[in-house]
């Protein structure tokens, strides 16, 4: 079974600062795919980064940037210069494909409800 | 990605009634499903809308509960039915528009409460 840890129920900080958000991953399958996702106030879920267990190599998008540690089993996410817009609930969530080759079921953290105040 | 509409956004419901969500592509799809998503809980999977045959659902939830409907590749639905105070939850539409691997795209969910 999987299953998708995110020890951080709520972070508060103050805009400009860089924030992390923790995410840890247990499965016993060699592929898989783990993501972030965002919902913001609104409500809907906005897909930010898809990564495969075969490739490592961290990512920067922006102010946003992934670190990706099969070692310690960690996909965590940090916001650089952190917004006000950068307030919602950031889910981490991790899919196994299976053996027609999708990885539809994903399962979801508890999600982080990070505040950025002004 | 794909636009997906839902309907309604949010109703307040009496106890023992149902309410039918739609769910609404702007192209056709590979794969449909609906995830719940419990106050201040995480989002679990329902259950996966097949197109022309039953869904399939994951433990815990059953047809005559959440019965589903796919009739094409754009469009389905999802009924709560004899609604409880326990189902007070949002109801989220998904889509995966690719082959594979291609990520989820979730439409903007159902707030449901029930009264």
Not at chain 2, 32 to 47: D, E, K, V
């Amino acid at each position: 079974a999987q299953k998708v840890t995110q020890a951080q129920t709520e972070i508060s900080v103050v805009e400009k600062e860089d924030v992390t958000l923790d995410c840890v991953y247990e499965t016993r399958d060699t592929t898989y795919y783990l993501f972030w996702y965002k919902q913001p106030p609104s409500g809907e879920l906005v897909f930010l980064i898809r990564r495969n267990s075969f490739d490592e190599q961290n990512e920067i998008s922006g102010r946003y940037s992934w670190n990706f540690q099969k070692s310690t089993s960690s996909f965590n996410f940090t916001i650089t210069a952190s917004q006000v817009v950068d307030s919602a609930v950031y889910f981490c969530a991790l899919s196994v494909t299976n053996s027609g080759g999708s990885n539809y079921k994903l399962t979801f953290g508890k999600g982080t409800l990070l505040t950025v105040n002004p | 990605s794909a636009v997906i509409s839902q309907k309604p956004s949010r109703d307040i419901c009496q106890r023992g009634t149902s309410l039918t969500i739609q769910c609404q592509v702007d192209s056709q799809v590979t794969m449909m499903f609906w995830y719940r998503q419990q106050p201040g809980q995480s989002l679990t999977l329902i259950a996966t809308a097949n197109q022309g045959s039953e869904a399939t659902y994951e433990s815990g939830f059953v047809i005559d509960k959440f019965p589903i409907s796919r009739p094409n590749l754009t469009f389905s639905t999802l009924t709560v039915s004899n609604m409880s105070p326990e189902d007070s939850s949002i109801y989220l539409c998904s889509v995966q528009t690719g082959q594979g691997n291609s990520p989820l795209h979730f439409g903007n969910g159902t707030r449901l409460t029930v009264t």
